[in-house]
């Protein structure tokens, strides 16, 4: 994907979901014991365990949800996103009042031991579902569903899982080529490393608190990148959200509609 369709879909992000929280709240979630502390024996209470702080950290988790693994899981069963579904913070401990039914969190019961692949895994399908709030279509329209998803997940806090997990299997190759369990990917490292720097850039992170946790391959690329970001025009326009949020948001949509 090219660097100007990332910064689109940051763009698209801010203008469809909080300003505010991104900038005031979204947090750079580590591949760490701090951030995602305990252990359970089962596979499906690991798994849960682990949604449980992907939804805290997404700001979903007021949503209701059911953990599957997915050889348990109906994936042509049409989900319904429940009306005034957002993203939250404050108060999200419990489910909120506009959820009736559980959405499907679908796992890999594989995933259990390469646990950024399945944090990167929930993280996608949250940014899937807050993706169907969205009061415009995204970048390119839904035929990049899947990309875009995945970029919200960035967006969402969660790109050094992206960048250190994604694997895309080569045209006619297959998973059994691989010598981990790895997650198939839409998008590359590359691109998820940019999308973590231009996140990073945003919210003030300097490079000390990402690289450390960075695979070494890619933390050459993550400082190039962040060069690259900050002499860019649309970088100066995403900055502008988090002074006047409201002010740009508006302005964005007349752009857009006009």
């Not at 798994?47 to 992907?54: D, K, N, T």
């Amino acid at each position: 994907m090219s660097v100007r369709w990332l910064f689109d879909v940051f763009e698209w992000s801010l203008r469809n979901f909080s300003p505010g929280v991104f900038y005031g709240q979204t947090r750079l979630v580590l591949p760490t014991n701090e951030h995602f502390p305990g252990k359970v024996d089962s596979v499906q209470g690991m798994a849960e365990l682990v949604f449980e702080r992907v939804a805290e950290y997404a700001g979903m988790a007021h949503w209701l949800w059911q953990v599957v693994e997915k050889s348990h899981c109906d994936l042509d069963a049409v989900q319904q996103i429940p009306s005034g579904a957002t993203q939250e913070f404050v108060g999200s401990s419990s489910p909120s009042a506009f959820s009736t039914q559980a959405l499907p969190v679908v796992y890999d019961r594989l995933h259990i031991g390469n646990p950024e692949a399945l944090i990167a895994g929930f993280a996608h399908t949250l940014g899937q579902y807050l993706g169907y709030t969205a009061k415009e279509a995204p970048p390119g329209g839904v035929n990049n569903w899947p990309q875009i998803t995945e970029v919200l997940a960035d967006y969402l806090g969660f790109g050094l899982m992206f960048a250190n997990s994604a694997f895309v299997f080569p045209s006619g190759g297959c998973s059994s080529c691989a010598t981990t369990v790895r997650r198939n990917s839409a998008l590359s490292q590359w691109d998820h490393t940019y999308a973590l720097a231009l996140f990073a850039t945003l919210k003030g992170i300097p490079p000390r608190k990402v690289k450390p946790y960075l695979k070494k391959s890619l933390r050459g690329y993550y400082q190039r990148c962040l060069s690259d970001i900050s002499g860019r025009p649309e970088f100066s326009l995403l900055k502008q959200y988090s002074v006047e949020p409201r002010k740009v948001h508006d302005e964005s949509l007349i752009r857009a509609e006009n």
